[in-house]
T-cell receptor, first 115, second 109 residues
């Protein structure tokens, strides 16, 4: 299995631009998580999907952030408009079905820099 | 909400044993995970405890006491490649995990 796939791996953009991050979970996994990691705030959960349905989006910072999961093999996290404080590494992770206590498998992350 | 505490940094010598502690406060506890994260890489799963006691996996062991809200990760026969950040994460019945800020372990020769 290829593992969780994220694209792009690096993104540099100017403040005010729209940013779209993409994630393909491991085939057969039905839970998907988006995290943001910074030195100051550590690893924060942004949103959690189960069977393509958003279960908990309480970690989404504000209306500038939105996430979708149109099918079991694809999810996007969009930031519009982007701001310098959004600079971070964004990880996507997935988990096997029926294992709410099971481990998560992380993608390689997208390093976002907003200037 | 959830509160997870672990030391920020630790240093140990190659070949030695190190214990990384984690304390937590949560409702709806459904397991505790330890992840390893090397600099510039993604976290990778190390261990999982849902019942009290010790889980051993090679050089790594993890312990849980639910009544005390306490866990530790024990690393034996330390190797230089063990230098990394170790993240404690608490899972809830809602199916999501909250991560601690991580403990940066430096292994010296």
């Amino acid at each position: 299995d290829a593992g969780v796939i994220q694209s792009p791996r690096h993104e540099v953009t100017e403040m005010g631009q729209e940013v779209t991050l993409r994630c393909k979970p491991i085939s057969g996994h039905n839970s998907l998580f988006w995290y943001r990691q910074t030195m100051m705030r550590g690893l924060e959960l942004l949103i959690y999907f189960n069977n393509n349905v958003p279960i908990d989006d309480s970690g989404m910072p504000e209306d500038r952030f939105s996430a979708k999961m149109p099918n079991a093999s694809f999810s996007t996290l969009k930031i519009q408009p982007s701001e310098p404080r959004d600079s971070a590494v964004y990880f996507c992770a997935s988990r096997s079905p029926g294992l709410e206590g099971g481990e998560q498998y992380f993608g390689p992350g997208t390093r976002l820099t907003v200037t | 909400g959830q509160n997870i505490d672990q030391p920020t940094e630790m240093t140990a010598t190659e070949g030695a044993i190190v214990q990384i502690n984690c304390t937590y406060q949560t409702s709806g506890f459904n397991g505790l995970f330890w992840y390893q994260q090397h600099a510039g890489e993604a976290p990778t799963f190390l261990s999982y405890n849902v019942l009290d006691g010790l889980e051993e996996k090679g050089r790594f062991s993890s312990f849980l006491s639910r009544s005390k809200g306490y866990s530790y990760l024990l690393l034996k026969e330390l190797q230089m490649k063990d230098s990394a950040s170790y993240l404690c994460a608490v899972n809830t019945n809602a199916g999501k995990s909250t991560f601690g800020d991580g403990t940066t372990l430096t292994v010296k020769p």
